[in-house]
């Protein structure tokens, strides 16, 4: 059973930052791709940025290229999402997840496992 621990988020500025980390547990997790999603009140979850399973291909939303980073360190099964210049339209529920493929995607339903989410705000 695959597990994944979501940390970091909170309250901040526009303009500011925040790392989140995701922590998985199993051992297949350098063989898959990850991938942070989001989700605003009222609206749909939403693809933020993937990462292939070795770390090396990233695909990021247009709302938050530029901005977003996504890393992955493999020897400690953790996935990371910085975010620099955050906006108040930034705000919402973020969350991990794991898909069934080593290639970066977009689609929800490549995604076998999600973590459990952790709040990012951001004032204005």
């Known amino acids: 059973q695959v597990q994944l621990v979501q940390s970091g988020g909170g309250l901040v500025q526009a303009g500011g930052s925040l790392r989140l980390s995701c922590a998985a547990s199993?051992?297949?997790?350098?063989?898959?791709?990850m991938g942070w999603f989001r989700q605003a009140p009222g609206k749909e979850r939403e693809f933020v940025a993937a990462?292939?399973?070795?770390?090396?291909?990233?695909d990021y939303a247009d709302s938050v290229k530029g901005r977003f980073t996504i890393s992955r360190d493999n020897a400690k099964n953790t996935v990371y999402l910085q975010m620099h210049s955050l906006k108040p339209e930034d705000t919402a529920v973020y969350y991990c997840?794991?898909?069934?493929?080593?290639?970066?995607?977009?689609?929800?339903?490549?995604?076998?496992?999600w973590g459990q989410g952790t709040q990012v705000t951001v004032s204005s």
């Open positions: 997840a794991k898909t069934r493929t080593s290639s970066a995607t977009r689609e929800t339903y490549e995604y076998a496992y």
């Open positions: 199993g051992r297949t997790f350098s063989s898959y791709a």
């Open positions: 990462i292939n399973w070795i770390g090396i291909i990233a």
